[in-house]
Structures are given as C-alpha cells and as structure tokens.
C-alpha cells in the first residue's frame, strides 16, 4: 500500500501568514491522484483539493495543491482565523486508499 | 440540499456485529460510487471500503476484509456496513462519504456525513 507521510505534525503560525504542509508518498501516485481535507474538531472532514492542484468547489484560492509523484504540498496563504484545523492528504491512484497521519495547523 | 446521514451506530460487543446505514438525498445517489471511511478517538482518517455505482464491485481495506460487508440499495438511496466479529479496535467513529466524480473517474471524497460513533466493549 502507498504509505502517505505528512510534516510537520504540528505548525504554529499567526493569522495572516503562509502554512506550507507536505505529503510523502512511499511511492510515486500517478496522475496526481492525490486529494487535501481539512477537519475541526467534532466535525468530518472537508474537501479542500483533488487531482493534486484541483481547488473543490466553494473553496478560496488562499488554498493551493501543487506537486507530482512522491511528493504534494497543500499552501495555505494569509492564514484566517476559521484555517486552523488539521489537514490530511490522501491518495487515490491505488487500492487501499490511504491517508496521511494528518498535520495540526494552530494559533501561534 | 447534498447530504448523508449515517445511522446505526452505539455499543457493540467484542465478537457481535452491527450495521450501519447512511441515508443519501439531495443527489442522483446511484451515480455515485460510494465509501465508508473511520476514525478512532484521537486519530487519524482510514478508508475501509467503497462500492460501484450499480453495487457489483466492492473493494475493502485488509483491516476489515471478511469481517464488514458493504452493499447499497439505489431504489431507497441508502448505503450500508455490516460489521461482524467487532474488535475492540473497531472503535471509531464511521462516516460514509461520495467519491468525487469528475469526467467519469473518481476523484477524492466530496461529500461527507456527520458520522456515526461505534463503540465496542464488554
């Protein structure tokens, strides 16, 4: 199975700054087929982007996906009150989906 | 509006079962190939298994393989997790979720429910 290795686990940062989170294949995911949550406590999570740079629907371009292969990044820029929340990449090019084991995003 | 709501959840014993349903409205559901995803307290996300479209093909993580059924009834819009032979580590919330369709492959998962929390203890 593709092993998915998100860093840091945890990032402060003040609101207004960029978040920059990484996602690790253990194996390259083709054709992008890599896909971004974000998930608050008590609540499931939230469809952020698929196909690695692909925005969902409703979600503003502060959030940004970039990378191929083994390697994504999801960059999340002038951080708002309402971003801090955990974020998990998950891929899907191969079966078992996976996920990564998430990075905390919170309040310097 | 979009929605699922999953059902079916509580206290079950260690070797027991229980079943899950997740309600689907607001969308054509037998479009949609569909997943039940779980979440134990404290941690991270991990996907146990999706359904086709029309429900003749099924796929399942080896954590649950033989032990948990996914089926769906278009007719009722309505997707289902039979869990049997439950373990202690089968704790976790369960939530159901729509795979993100786009040009005919999917891609991600779109639409979530609020899920359901199974608890399985003696």
């Known amino acids: 199975e593709i092993v998915l290795t998100q860093s840091p686990g945890t990032l402060s940062l003040s609101p207004g700054e960029r978040a920059t989170l990484s996602c690790r294949a253990s194996q390259s995911v083709s054709n992008s087929y890599l896909a971004w949550y974000q998930q608050k406590p008590g609540q499931p999570p939230k469809f952020l982007i698929f196909?690695?740079?692909s925005r969902a629907s409703g979600i503003p371009d502060r959030f940004s996906g970039s990378g191929s292969g083994t390697d994504f990044t999801l960059t999340i820029d002038r951080l708002e009150p309402d971003d801090f929340a955990v974020y998990y990449c998950?891929?899907?090019?191969?079966?078992?989906?996976?996920f990564g084991q998430g990075t905390k995003v919170e309040i310097k | 509006q979009v929605q699922l709501v999953e059902s079916g959840g509580g206290l079950g014993k260690p070797g027991g079962s229980l079943r899950l349903s997740c309600a689907a409205s607001g969308f054509t559901f037998s479009d949609y190939y569909m997943s039940w995803i779980r979440q134990a307290p404290g941690k991270g996300l991990e996907w146990l298994s999706y359904i086709s479209d029309s429900g003749s093909y099924t796929k399942y993580a080896d954590s649950v393989r033989g032990r948990f059924t996914i089926s769906r009834d278009n007719a009722k819009n309505s997707l289902f997790l039979q869990m049997n032979s439950l373990r202690g580590e089968d704790t976790a919330v369960y939530y159901c979720?729509?795979?993100?369709?786009?040009?005919?492959?999917?891609?991600?998962?779109?639409?979530w429910g609020q899920g359901t929390m199974v608890t399985v203890s003696s």
């Open positions: 979720a729509r795979e993100n369709l786009v040009r005919g492959v999917t891609e991600g998962f779109d639409i």
């Open positions: 998950q891929q899907y090019d191969r079966s078992p989906r996976t």
């Open positions: 196909g690695a740079s």
